[in-house]
């Protein structure tokens, strides 16, 4: 009678692990020089909603802020945000695995678009994609071709696939 339940026990503990968790990301404010604050309004949104229907789990700075005391709160909010100490340090306020940043700049051949994406732990660049000479109509496509490659290139880093183990072959006899 014991020992079916013992068996059965056994067997779970062999079973594979539910899913893996989604990674977390901390959208930290955009790298912006020069770029209307509208455009940084709408490219802030674009990027939480675009990484959320890729399957990862977003942060926003404006959620996570308001569970610290005014004191912790304006220490977080005074650091340079695109400087990677700051950006390690809300990381790890926000609990968050990684901190994208978008980044907007306008140029004289348009604006430069992208993403670059920072391990929280301590602030190493895990991926970054930058398109140059960017329209104004087109900075929310060009945000979203960033995204495209820079969250698969994150779940690699972060998330690898398993490899099954190598399965051996029995050598085959030829008879002549």
């Known amino acids: 009678m ?3 339940l013992l ?15 989604p ?3 901390l959208i930290a404010p955009p790298d912006t020089a020069g770029v209307p604050r509208h ?12 990484v959320r229907a890729k399957g990862l789990t977003v942060i926003r700075m404006k959620d996570f802020l308001r569970k610290f005391p005014s004191s912790k709160r304006r220490a977080l909010l005074r650091c340079k945000r695109t400087a990677l100490r700051c950006l390690t340090a809300l990381g790890k306020a926000a609990k968050s695995e990684v901190v994208l940043v978008a980044e907007l700049l306008q140029r004289m051949d348009g604006y ?11 602030g190493g660049l895990v991926a970054e994609h930058l398109i140059p000479g960017v329209r104004e109509d087109g900075v929310l496509d060009a945000l ?12 690699g880093e972060l998330r ?17």
């Open 7 to 21: 068996a059965t026990l056994a067997l779970l503990s062999q079973a594979p692990a539910s899913p893996e968790e």
């Open 2 to 4: 014991l020992t079916p």
């Open 160 to 176: 690898p696939p398993a490899t099954p183990p190598p399965t051996e072959v029995p050598p085959t006899e030829v008879t002549p």
């Open 112 to 122: 430069r678009v992208g993403t670059k994406v920072y391990m929280s732990t301590d």
């Open 39 to 50: 455009v940084v309004e709408f490219a802030q949104e674009h990027v939480s909603e675009q």
């Open 144 to 155: 979203s071709q960033s995204l495209d490659v820079v969250v698969p290139k994150v779940r």
């Open 23 to 25: 990674i977390t990301v």
